[in-house]
């Protein structure tokens, strides 16, 4: 759906720009018409009133027209000469002389057919389909992206310009998808391929009984009909005796023997054709004047979406791998499959791949999640993969396993499984092992042991290497550094430091960014973030310590709205970067980069909120409860070690607590005398959180991996009694996990 968005968002973008500019310009139209138009209350004239009225200003009428906008307007001819002007229906009298700007007139050419009558009416009606298409496929992202209609109005995360494209689509969504709809329909009609119920006309009269024609102002027909509902009354040929009145109305339109005054046909119009006239209303706002302004509204965000659209597609082509020489899947020889959650196994990846095609190999490398099973000609398969948080799969591998089900992996091929990951992590490479027993279980060929690479580390992937080529009978010598990710300089502002006394020092350090000079400076101080990037509380700071090209991620307890950067550290021993951040001064500078985490943040609505963390998890959900200014409950469940040493957060948790933004508070200390442990205190206030999570309440935990099994452990005997367990919860998106 993504491709479809953007591949179409890209070809039709400036000619959808034009069509939507020249709508925008013709949707002012009813609006200042309808301001000049004089509104007679409904049936206060009927038309042979104003037929009568206009006849005595302009004996030569020809024709009273009434615009859906409420103009009623005359063409008449005087001493030869043809005029046109738009009348007071309560008098009769000429408002002004009727005229359409030449701008307008082309515009409407514009808009309609491109000034190229029919070949431009079938660009119109594609142009038309192309913005339905991506006002229904920016709906299916939207909807996937903040989790269903019921998160429709949620924040948004993203850059600057994803969430601006999608903050401004969604505001104007359904004014593009009504004008797209309604366009497409109307082209349709244009060129027959649906009925405009037009072709149903009254019969023409063959004859009309000779006899003096009455007053136009006494015609029974015109005089019970209410100017309201007039669109046209056509008089009859001047000198025609036997000519007879054309009269259009709101509900049918026919033919009045001037004579009798009666009508000599007369069809109402039928379903088709009052179909046609509410699409064409709708698409056009003729009649709703204020309809027609939203409509240009929404149609002037159009050049902002495709600019901002455009500017999306650039910045995740430019963030995707490069592969240079890459073979087709059927001619390859050699397979390579990625699985990437932020593109660095990519790297890699392509240096393999290089590696191969210059050792003679023709080589196919793609996701993990476009495996097909259909390499005809492949001799050997390479995995190289990543996991994401707890054994997961990255992003770029989610289906794999399901789709390798499906197509099996083909017979005489040979694989080799290549793990990346934190070798401080529990589950170190867990998918890379789930990955190498799937392809176990279908009778696979290792052609080597299953291998790992810990923290991206060059001289481990050039030793992987020296066995590939080997096993290729070429040598093979991958040397890959990891490029450094692009960071930005931040300024500590201010610290405060705890957990000395009990061997456990930690710091709650907040940063600025450093002042822009200028005009970048002024205008991102108008921004009012302070320079910073946008980020929310629970997405991650990639801190880059000197002398390390690998990030270590902390998450953050601030978001940008707050002015600040703030993260929680503990001082490791050995600690590269936990050292390094520990010794910056006040005035210091770091490197870093925030990484976007938008699984782990409370969902939004009124349920209650149960944040659970240990030591410095304790950063994020301090968070969350500073920006729970709407006050809805939220219960903070966290352990240390001495509360006079180490409790976190402790004055800003009491205010919290004071103003209502924290609802209930439950420490544990596990150094002091009669010590327990944050599982502890979710035991003891079982009852309490049976009937808060009864009421949908949600779980966040943030801390130790070693902590968060332990939670879960709890919750699970908490749970137990309503028939509920921690792994239904998070099924349901009502658990959630920042560990480490």
Not at 170 to 176: A, D, I, K, S
Not at 201 to 214: H, S
Not at 381 to 392: C, E, K, R, S, V
Request: contains cysteine; charged residues 15%.
């Amino acid at each position: 759906m993504r491709k479809l968005h953007s591949l179409i968002g890209l070809w039709v973008a400036l000619l959808v720009v034009v069509l939507a500019l020249s709508g925008a310009v013709l949707s002012l139209e009813p609006a200042l018409e309808r301001r000049g138009a004089a509104l007679p209350a409904d049936g206060q004239i009927s038309v042979a009133v104003l037929a009568g009225r206009v006849a005595q200003q302009y004996p030569g009428v020809e024709q009273i027209q009434r615009s859906p906008n409420g103009s009623v307007i005359v063409y008449y001819s005087q001493n030869g000469q043809p005029g046109v002007v738009r009348v007071d229906p309560h008098s009769g009298q000429a408002l002004a002389p009727y005229l359409v700007a030449p701008l307008l007139r082309w515009m409407k050419d514009l808009h309609r057919s491109w000034l190229l009558e029919t070949p431009g009416r079938v660009v119109s009606g594609l142009l038309a389909l192309a913005m339905l298409v991506l006002s229904v496929s920016g709906t299916v992202l939207l909807l996937k992206r903040v989790g269903g209609w019921r998160h429709l109005a949620d924040p948004l995360r993203g850059n600057f310009v994803q969430r601006w494209h999608t903050q401004v689509g969604r505001v104007v969504l359904l004014g593009v998808l009504l004008s797209a709809l309604t366009g497409v329909y109307l082209s349709a009609a244009t060129f027959a391929l649906i009925t405009d119920g037009m072709e149903d006309e009254p019969e023409f009269p063959a004859q009309v009984v000779d006899g003096p024609a009455m007053p136009v102002a006494a015609v029974p027909v015109l005089r019970a009909t209410d100017v309201n509902d007039l669109r046209e009354l056509v008089y009859p040929s001047p000198g025609d005796a036997g000519g007879f009145y054309s009269l259009a109305t709101q509900q049918g339109e026919g033919y009045i023997n001037p004579s009798t005054g009666e009508f000599l046909s007369y069809l109402p119009y039928g379903g088709w054709r009052k179909v046609y006239e509410l699409i064409y209303q709708l698409h056009t706002g003729q009649g709703l004047w204020w309809l027609a302004l939203l409509l240009g509204l929404c149609a002037l965000s159009v050049p902002f979406l495709s600019a901002t659209g455009a500017l999306t597609w650039w910045q995740r082509r430019q963030s995707m791998p490069r592969m240079v020489g890459n073979s087709a899947a059927a001619l390859a020889d050699t397979v390579i499959l990625v699985g990437s959650e932020n593109n660095s196994t990519w790297g890699f990846a392509n240096t393999l791949h290089d590696a191969l095609r210059q050792a003679g190999l023709r080589v196919h490398t793609a996701a993990l999640n476009q495996w097909t099973g259909a390499y005809p000609q492949a001799q050997r398969l390479f995995i190289l993969t990543a996991t994401y948080g707890d054994g997961d799969a990255p992003s770029s591998a989610q289906q794999f396993l399901a789709r390798l089900d499906k197509a099996k992996l083909p017979s005489g091929i040979g694989f080799a499984v290549l793990g990346f990951g934190d070798r401080q992590f529990p589950q170190f490479c867990q998918f890379a092992c789930d990955v190498q027993a799937a392809l176990l279980a279908q009778g696979g060929r290792p052609l080597l042991e299953l291998d790992t690479i810990d923290r991206q580390s060059g001289q481990a992937f050039t030793r992987w290497g020296n066995a590939v080529g080997q096993l290729i009978g070429q040598e093979l010598n991958l040397v890959y550094t990891p490029k450094r990710p692009r960071t930005d300089a931040f300024v500590l502002l201010e610290r405060a430091d705890y957990g000395e006394a009990v061997q456990a020092p930690t710091s709650v350090l907040r940063f600025a960014a450093p002042p822009q000079p200028g005009l970048k400076g002024a205008f991102l101080r108008l921004l009012g973030a302070g320079g910073l990037p946008h980020f929310e509380v629970g997405d991650l700071l990639g801190v880059v310590p000197p002398g390390s090209a690998v990030p270590r991620f902390y998450s953050l307890a601030s978001q940008s709205r707050d002015g600040f950067l703030e993260i929680c550290v503990r001082k490791l021993p050995g600690g590269l970067c936990s050292e390094f951040l520990h010794g910056l001064p006040l005035g210091g500078r770091m490197e870093a980069f925030v990484q976007l985490h938008p699984d782990f943040r409370p969902a939004a609505g009124k349920a209650p909120v149960i944040l659970i963390g240990s030591g410095t998890g304790i950063g994020p959900l301090a968070g969350f409860i500073r920006n729970n200014t709407g006050k809805h409950p939220m219960y903070l469940y966290w352990g240390g070690r001495d509360p006079a040493s180490d409790f976190l957060y402790q004055p800003e948790l009491n205010a919290y607590l004071a103003d209502g933004r924290l609802t209930g508070l439950h420490a544990a200390f596990s150094r002091v005398q009669d010590g327990a442990y944050v599982q502890d205190r979710v035991l003891g206030n079982a009852v309490q959180l049976r009937q808060l999570l009864q009421s949908d309440g949600q779980v966040l935990v943030c801390g130790s991996r070693a902590m968060a099994k332990n939670i879960a452990q709890a919750l699970d005997e908490v749970l137990a009694p309503l028939g509920v367990s921690v792994a239904l919860l998070k099924t349901q998106g009502r658990y959630r996990e920042d560990v480490f």
